[in-house]
């Protein structure tokens, strides 16, 4: 995956595709991670639950490998997915599940049983051993990185209502987070944010460019205030020569209101301190080895993201019961550590 330009292109085809083909998606996708084996268009006409014959799939097939999103091991094998596609089919199309009722009770009962020696490093190893061994994966305790310093942002639309941001650091690391949407917010809304912050944010940190970006904000209300109050001042009817003005007020509002809605966007993007997942080469850290990466952020007493936890494993994690797992511990975390 290119460092420099973010996945911009295949979330809009994913968006695109038709029922059928995100069917047959979904298959190629859930049969390898329950066997990681390639499925072929014949036993994919068999399960999905739609009447297709196996050519009308291998055409489905192809238009699949054309994104991106599925590939062929070898020769006339059936297909995998990429990476790309993994990591779509995780933001877009999967259906995450409930962290059942008997391991909610086994991480609060052990996270609190650490929590009783008062020590941070033994709540923190007490949690990341339990869900080593609830999810087969190896566990990972990493403190957080709170400075990185971005080159490049871009919001793309999933949903109506969800996007994904896409966070690029100046050390090349790659970040998504998926973020809610304002209702009735235009995809126009989203790429002029995306320039708006491209032109202002490289070598700040997520925080220094909400601050700046309030400044801006607080800067037009004050200039629009002073032009108001002269307008007002001087009265309208009596007033010549105030046509001028006034456009500078129609257009202070429109900045305003732009500068409002990019804001409100990038403050959705900094908040988004939820789950995060990294798939395979999108953790340069760990790009060689083929792994995937699941982790939650944990807070102090304040309220404050101090690290993260979660599990490092094959791509082939099962992702809708270990994502809500791990987020569920480290709330769990949160709650012990801030007691």
């Known amino acids: 995956m290119s460092q420099d330009i973010p996945l911009g292109q295949s979330p809009a085809g994913l968006a695109q595709l038709n029922e059928r083909s995100r069917e047959i998606f979904r298959q190629i996708v859930e049969s390898y991670l329950a066997t990681g084996e390639p499925v072929g268009s014949r036993n994919l006409a068999r399960i999905i639950p739609m009447t297709l014959s196996p050519a009308s799939v291998r055409n489905v097939m192809a238009d699949l490998e054309q994104l991106g999103l599925v590939y062929a091991p070898h020769t006339s094998a059936g297909r995998l997915p990429t990476e790309r596609g993994l990591r779509f089919f995780v933001d877009a199309l999967m259906q995450v599940g409930d962290v059942t009722e008997r391991d ?109 970006l309030e400044r801006a904000l607080e800067a037009g209300k004050a200039e629009l205030d002073q032009l108001t109050q002269r307008i007002v001042a001087a009265g309208l009817a009596s007033w010549s020569g105030g046509v001028e003005d006034l456009e500078r007020v129609r257009l202070l509002f429109d900045d305003l209101e732009e500068k409002r809605g990019v804001a409100d966007l990038l403050g959705r993007a900094e908040q988004a301190d939820g789950m995060r997942i990294f798939i395979g080469s999108e953790n340069k850290l760990f790009s060689l080895s083929g792994s995937s990466t699941i982790v939650s952020p944990y807070r102090d007493g304040q309220g404050r993201i101090v690290g993260v936890l979660g599990v490092i494993g094959p791509t082939r994690l099962n992702y809708a019961r270990i994502i809500p797992m791990v987020d569920y511990t480290a709330k769990v975390v949160s709650k012990v550590l801030g007691s």
Not at 157 to 166: I, K, Q, T, Y
């Open 104 to 212: 909610r009770q086994a991480i609060e009962a052990q996270v609190a049983a650490a929590g009783t020696s008062k020590s941070v490093d033994a709540v923190l190893t007490e949690a990341s051993g339990l869900l080593s061994g609830l999810t087969r994966a190896a566990g990972v305790v990493l403190a957080v990185k709170s400075n990185t310093r971005l080159k490049h942002i871009e919001f793309v639309r999933l949903e109506p209502e969800r996007a994904l941001v896409v966070l690029v650091a100046e050390d090349g690391q790659v970040e998504n987070r998926v973020v809610n949407l304002p209702p009735g917010l235009p995809s126009s809304a989203l790429s002029e944010a995306t320039n708006f912050l491209n032109a202002r944010i490289r070598g700040r940190t997520l925080a220094e460019a909400r601050v700046e």
